[in-house]
């Protein structure tokens, strides 16, 4: 069921959340909507919902015309962040709601309940209460309550963000697989951008109520279109107005064209990678990022004077931080860095 | 209540109304004004409109002819001297159910809020019992001011106690602590670290209790009785107007025993507020 | 901890306790003592009379109509102050304090002067035939005023507490709002609004001064529990009025009994 964004934007009182904000989400996709706080993410979501409605613009779901439609009969799977569970009711229950909402027969439902249950791994805690629950597994029965009654689309809103890192990386790669096997068109809000990079097909990232670029997760890392996109979807050095990611810091010992003097001003080990930090001559620091054994290689030290050439760059205009070069600068624009 | 643009998206915005449709909401709320104008405003209104029937010499002759005038000053000091006495004595008894422990604290806190519960006619027959005519250990103080005190002190018990509670069970042990470990005496710490915190809370069950008492009929009936220039409270005065069919004088005191009520909870609510914005 | 010095940490236990015990716990143990004095038999006739057994009769179908009127209002205004928004929430906040602020005899006053036959409404009324004052359907009306607060009270930070992403979801499943309502809302606030319907109740059973002045006190025909008692004691059925009394402590204290259980159910 694909979904079409035309143009919406909304406002709450003098704070403007969603501005002109159009996209495609196609029939079937994993996108994901990435964003820091106070972006327009949510409300965009919830627009797409029908739990808000737009100043202007329309929502069309499978081509059809919603924006007037109540969240109530769009026909939406809906996965709140604190898990909105039915407090008073079993899993089963909440699981059943929306299937007794539509008076399907009895058995229908629990047979319907068991496989969903079976599918988010909740087997067993059927007539357990959601307080019984630990988070992650309060979040599967939500999904599964927004499943049971087929929706044309999923939207999860910040679904991991309540819970502890470990179960959201374990939810995270969960998700990714229930999609394989469900295939039901999935948005998912989050600000973590290493969640939108491992889970999603199609981010789309935000900032003050704008789309700043959608796409493959693959291409907004490498082909950022604006300065933003580039620094929050991945750590990112400014050499002037180079915008030089840590992995594609060269170091070298002896100086070549387009390399400057630094001195490691730190070694960190993170495992199989080093985190470099260097200072250069003009009292800037930037860091890179290599391999154990990339440093083992060179033989690096705390306070060794080394030289650094960024492989890779972009730059970006500096009016409006869109990018006005292309990937790979010419040795002259590494020379002026 | 926008978020600020830093703000978490989650936070502020109005949600949708619970009934989505405009309408929905519209006739939920004129059902709700019309309920309340008619059991609630049309009285109040019918009350203020009498008062002024006689125009303002009726109205000043209500509140100001000796026996009103006299009434008036009696229920003011009454009820001050109780919200004095519910003051410490609440606060102590708050203190006692928070920081101490006892067999059978359970259920004295339950027992605090029976002056809530309890129909005011059977306060009064409560006290008549113990300290009245037939008193098993000989106090009688039926039909006197002090019984009044005495009545007005059992129905205002819980304003105080149960205002002060939670804030108590909320104090900062740790700033005690500090205090103590600084060299303030108990009563120092009391004094500059805790009573502040409770200050609001005091203030609020105060005007509350101040409120009702000044209202109070039921409990003083048998106990105290409304004599003249003795124990004639506001309300039972303007119970004897309604009897002797002066109804524009009953309106008027009612109209000025209802403005004080008013005025000192909305006085003492400001200073709660600003109580709180001071209470650190 | 403080105060703990163990003389101020005894003082001020005896203090509190010597308070409540002297103003509230032996006054109550008393009136037990005055009603069973002359025997059960006799306590069991003096309320058995058709006047007192009236009277208590009138209190409880007062109560019973009065308080559904009240619950229903209460949830639904509680509703709509926190699940909508519209400007005048501080005057309808302020209107439904108002019954805390009045003297019940003012009360009584201020509905004898719209529904009595001089009031307000009194032509119409007696055009109609319809009877307010000295009747049933005043002190009804007296006992709705004085208890309007109570379960809106109880109710507003209920619903500000559960928040509204339950009922979200619920829509979004395709749950409409009166679904919503009943399958949501209503079983996350029943104890809240058990709370409030219970002490509303107690109020209305307790109610003296209004009812005093709207219902005439004609013994056997509208005189409440409360007035029953006040009227034996002037007429020195002392037993009379301390049964009377202890009937109404008994269910004073089953009350606040509910109300405990209903406050941790709460939580």
Same mark, same amino acid.
């Given at each position: 069921?694909?979904?079409?964004?035309?143009?919406?934007?909304?406002?709450?009182?003098?704070?403007?959340?969603?501005?002109?904000?159009?996209?495609?989400?196609?029939?079937?996709?994993?996108?994901?909507?990435?964003?820091?706080?106070?972006?327009?993410?949510?409300?965009?979501?919830?627009?797409?919902?029908?739990?808000?409605?737009?100043?202007?613009?329309?929502?069309?779901?499978?081509?059809?015309?919603?924006?007037?439609?109540?969240?109530?009969?769009?026909?939406?799977?809906?996965?709140?962040?604190?898990?909105? @569970?039915?407090?008073?009711?079993?899993?089963?229950?909440?699981?059943?709601?929306?299937?007794?909402?539509?008076?399907?027969?009895?058995? /229908?439902?629990?047979?319907?309940?068991?496989?969903?249950?079976?599918?988010?791994?909740?087997?067993?805690?059927?007539?357990?209460?959601?307080?019984?629950?630990?988070?992650?597994?309060?979040?599967?029965?939500?999904?599964?309550? @927004?499943?049971?009654?087929?929706?044309?689309?999923?939207?999860?809103?910040?679904?991991?963000?309540?819970?502890?890192?470990?179960?959201?990386?374990?939810?995270?790669?969960?998700?990714?697989?229930?999609?394989?096997?469900?295939?039901?068109?999935?948005?998912?809000?989050?600000?973590?951008?290493?969640?939108?990079?491992?889970?999603?097909?199609?981010?789309?990232?935000?900032?003050?109520?704008?789309?700043?670029?959608?796409?493959?997760?693959?291409?907004?890392? /490498?082909?950022?279109?604006?300065?933003?996109?580039?620094?929050?979807?991945?750590?990112?050095?400014?050499?002037?107005?180079?915008?030089?990611?840590?992995?594609?810091?060269?170091?070298?010992?002896?100086?070549?064209?387009?390399?400057?003097?630094?001195?490691?001003?730190?070694?960190?080990?993170?495992?199989?990678?080093?985190?470099?930090?260097?200072?250069?001559?003009?009292?800037?620091?930037?860091?890179?990022?290599?391999?154990?054994?990339?440093?083992?290689?060179?033989?690096?030290?705390?306070?060794?004077?080394?030289?650094?050439?960024?492989?890779?760059?972009?730059?970006?205009?500096?009016?409006?931080?869109?990018?006005?070069?292309?990937?790979?600068?010419?040795?002259?624009?590494?020379?002026?860095? | 209540?926008?978020?600020?643009?830093?703000?978490?998206?989650?936070?502020? *915005?109005?949600?949708?109304?619970?009934?989505?449709?405009?309408?929905?909401?519209?006739?939920?709320?004129?059902?709700?004004?019309?309920?309340?104008?008619?059991?609630?405003?049309?009285?109040?209104?019918?009350?203020?409109?009498? #008062?002024?029937?006689?125009?303002?010499?009726?109205?000043?002759?209500?509140?100001?002819?000796?026996?009103?005038?006299?009434?008036?000053?009696?229920?003011?000091?009454?009820?001050?001297?109780?919200?004095?006495?519910?003051?410490?004595?609440?606060?102590?008894?708050?203190?006692?159910?928070?920081? $101490?422990?006892?067999?059978?604290?359970?259920?004295?806190?339950?027992?605090?809020?029976?002056?809530?519960?309890?129909?005011?006619?059977?306060?009064?027959?409560?006290?008549?019992?113990?300290?009245?005519?037939?008193?098993?250990?000989?106090? $009688?103080?039926?039909?006197?001011?002090?019984?009044?005190?005495?009545?007005?002190?059992?129905?205002?018990?819980?304003?105080?106690?149960?205002?002060?509670?939670?804030?108590?069970?909320?104090?900062?042990?740790?700033?005690?602590?500090?205090?103590?470990?600084?060299?303030?005496?108990?009563?120092?710490?009391?004094?500059?670290?805790?009573?502040?915190?409770?200050?609001?809370?005091?203030?609020?069950?105060?005007?509350?209790?101040?409120?009702?008492?000044?209202?109070?009929?039921?409990?003083?009936?048998?106990?105290?009785?409304?004599? *003249?220039?003795?124990?004639?409270?506001?309300?039972?005065?303007?119970?004897?107007?309604?009897?002797?069919?002066?109804?524009?004088?009953?309106?008027?005191?009612?109209?000025?025993?209802?403005?004080?009520?008013?005025?000192?909870?909305?006085?003492?609510?400001?200073?709660?507020?600003? #109580?709180?914005?001071?209470?650190? | 901890?403080?105060?703990? &010095?163990?003389?101020?940490?005894?003082?001020?236990?005896?203090?509190?306790?010597?308070?409540?015990?002297?103003?509230?716990?032996?006054?109550?143990?008393?009136?037990?003592?005055?009603?069973?004095?002359? !025997?059960?038999?006799?306590?069991?006739?003096?309320?058995?009379?058709?006047?007192?057994?009236?009277?208590?009769?009138?209190?409880?179908?007062?109560?019973?109509?009065? +308080?559904?009127?009240?619950?229903?209002? &209460?949830?639904?205004?509680?509703?709509?102050?926190?699940?909508?928004?519209?400007?005048?929430?501080?005057? =309808?906040?302020?209107?439904?304090?108002?019954?805390?602020? +009045?003297?019940?005899?003012? =009360? !009584?006053?201020?509905?004898?002067?719209?529904?009595?036959?001089? &009031?307000?409404?009194?032509?119409?009324?007696? %055009?109609?035939?319809?009877?307010?004052?000295?009747?049933?359907?005043?002190?009804?009306?007296?006992?709705?005023?004085?208890?309007?607060?109570?379960?809106?009270?109880?109710?507003?930070?209920?619903?500000?507490?559960?928040?509204?992403?339950?009922?979200?979801?619920?829509?979004?499943?395709?749950?409409?709002?009166?679904?919503?309502?009943?399958?949501?809302?209503?079983?996350? =606030?029943?104890?809240?609004?058990?709370? !409030?319907?219970?002490? %509303?109740?107690?109020?209305?059973?307790?109610?003296? &001064? %209004?009812?005093?002045?709207?219902?005439?006190? +004609?013994? !056997?025909?509208?005189?409440?529990?409360?007035?029953? =008692?006040?009227?034996?004691?002037?007429?020195?059925?002392?037993?009379?009025?301390?049964?009377?009394?202890?009937?109404?402590?008994?269910?004073?204290?089953?009350?606040?009994?509910?109300?405990?259980?209903?406050?941790?159910?709460?939580?």
């Amino acid at each position: 069921m694909s979904i079409i964004v035309e143009s919406a934007s909304k406002r709450f009182g003098d704070f403007v959340a969603v501005d002109d904000v159009s996209l495609t989400v196609p029939d079937g996709s994993l996108t994901a909507i990435l964003g820091p706080s106070g972006s327009g993410k949510s409300t965009l979501l919830r627009i797409i919902a029908g739990l808000e409605t737009p100043d202007s613009g329309r929502i069309l779901i499978q081509g059809n015309d919603a924006t007037s439609i109540p969240a109530q009969h769009r026909d939406v799977g809906f996965v709140f962040q604190h898990y909105a @569970a039915f407090k008073h009711m079993t899993v089963h229950n909440n699981v059943a709601f929306g299937l007794k909402i539509r008076k399907r027969d009895k058995d /229908e439902i629990d047979q319907r309940v068991r496989e969903l249950l079976a599918l988010v791994h909740l087997d067993g805690l059927a007539d357990r209460y959601p307080s019984q629950l630990s988070g992650g597994q309060r979040q599967r029965m939500a999904l599964a309550r @927004a499943l049971a009654v087929e929706p044309k689309v999923l939207l999860l809103d910040e679904p991991f963000g309540a819970l502890d890192a470990q179960v959201r990386k374990e939810l995270r790669a969960w998700l990714r697989r229930l999609h394989d096997e469900v295939h039901v068109t999935t948005i998912f809000v989050t600000h973590d951008q290493e969640e939108a990079m491992e889970v999603a097909e199609q981010i789309v990232v935000m900032n003050v109520g704008q789309v700043e670029q959608a796409g493959p997760p693959r291409e907004l890392y /490498e082909h950022p279109k604006s300065e933003f996109v580039m620094g929050f979807v991945g750590a990112v050095n400014r050499l002037g107005s180079l915008f030089v990611r840590p992995h594609d810091v060269e170091i070298l010992h002896h100086p070549k064209p387009g390399a400057d003097e630094a001195m490691i001003e730190h070694l960190v080990h993170l495992g199989f990678e080093v985190r470099v930090e260097l200072v250069l001559a003009g009292g800037d620091g930037l860091w890179a990022q290599i391999t154990q054994a990339e440093a083992e290689q060179l033989e690096l030290q705390k306070g060794q004077i080394v030289y650094v050439r960024p492989s890779r760059g972009r730059v970006f205009d500096r009016d409006d931080g869109r990018p006005s070069g292309d990937d790979t600068p010419s040795t002259e624009e590494l020379q002026a860095a | 209540m926008s978020s600020a643009a830093t703000g978490t998206s989650s936070a502020a *915005p109005p949600r949708p109304a619970y009934w989505p449709r405009l309408g929905g909401a519209a006739l939920g709320r004129g059902l709700v004004v019309g309920y309340l104008s008619i059991i609630v405003l049309l009285p109040i209104a019918a009350l203020v409109v009498q #008062s002024t029937d006689g125009g303002w010499s009726a109205f000043w002759n209500a509140i100001s002819n000796p026996e009103a005038w006299w009434s008036l000053r009696w229920t003011l000091i009454a009820s001050l001297i109780v919200v004095v006495i519910n003051v410490f004595a609440g606060t102590a008894i708050a203190w006692v159910l928070v920081r $101490d422990r006892f067999p059978g604290k359970a259920a004295l806190n339950g027992v605090i809020d029976l002056p809530f519960a309890l129909p005011t006619i059977v306060a009064g027959v409560t006290l008549l019992a113990l300290y009245g005519p037939n008193s098993p250990v000989g106090i $009688d103080a039926a039909f006197t001011k002090v019984a009044v005190v005495m009545a007005l002190a059992f129905v205002t018990l819980p304003f105080v106690v149960r205002a002060v509670q939670p804030v108590l069970m909320e104090v900062d042990v740790e700033a005690e602590e500090a205090a103590a470990s600084l060299g303030a005496s108990p009563f120092t710490t009391f004094r500059r670290v805790i009573l502040p915190s409770l200050l609001p809370a005091i203030l609020s069950g105060s005007a509350l209790a101040f409120a009702r008492a000044i209202g109070e009929f039921g409990s003083l009936v048998l106990f105290a009785a409304f004599i *003249p220039f003795k124990t004639e409270v506001m309300s039972g005065l303007i119970f004897s107007q309604i009897g002797t069919g002066n109804l524009t004088g009953a309106a008027a005191q009612s109209v000025v025993l209802l403005a004080i009520a008013l005025v000192v909870l909305l006085v003492f609510g400001r200073l709660t507020k600003w #109580s709180l914005r001071h209470a650190g | 901890m403080l105060a703990s &010095g163990r003389l101020s940490r005894w003082g001020l236990r005896s203090f509190a306790l010597g308070y409540l015990g002297l103003l509230l716990l032996i006054p109550l143990g008393m009136i037990f003592f005055r009603a069973f004095e002359h !025997g059960l038999g006799t306590a069991f006739d003096s309320i058995t009379t058709p006047d007192a057994l009236h009277a208590f009769y009138l209190t409880g179908l007062v109560t019973l109509i009065a +308080i559904p009127f009240n619950t229903i209002f &209460g949830v639904g205004c509680a509703l709509l102050l926190v699940r909508t928004e519209f400007r005048g929430k501080a005057l =309808i906040n302020a209107i439904i304090d108002l019954p805390f602020a +009045i003297s019940p005899v003012v =009360i !009584g006053l201020s509905l004898l002067l719209v529904y009595s036959e001089t &009031g307000w409404f009194g032509d119409w009324l007696n %055009a109609n035939g319809f009877q307010i004052i000295f009747a049933l359907p005043g002190i009804v009306l007296a006992t709705i005023f004085v208890t309007v607060p109570f379960v809106v009270r109880e109710v507003v930070p209920v619903l500000h507490e559960i928040g509204d992403e339950q009922e979200q979801a619920a829509r979004t499943l395709g749950a409409n709002s009166w679904q919503t309502f009943r399958r949501i809302t209503l079983p996350a =606030i029943r104890w809240g609004v058990s709370y !409030g319907v219970v002490i %509303a109740t107690a109020r209305a059973l307790g109610e003296f &001064g %209004a009812v005093a002045v709207v219902s005439g006190r +004609i013994a !056997g025909q509208t005189q409440t529990a409360t007035i029953w =008692i006040q009227e034996a004691f002037s007429r020195y059925d002392y037993t009379g009025a301390y049964v009377g009394a202890v009937v109404l402590a008994a269910i004073a204290v089953s009350i606040l009994v509910a109300m405990n259980v209903f406050k941790r159910k709460e939580a």
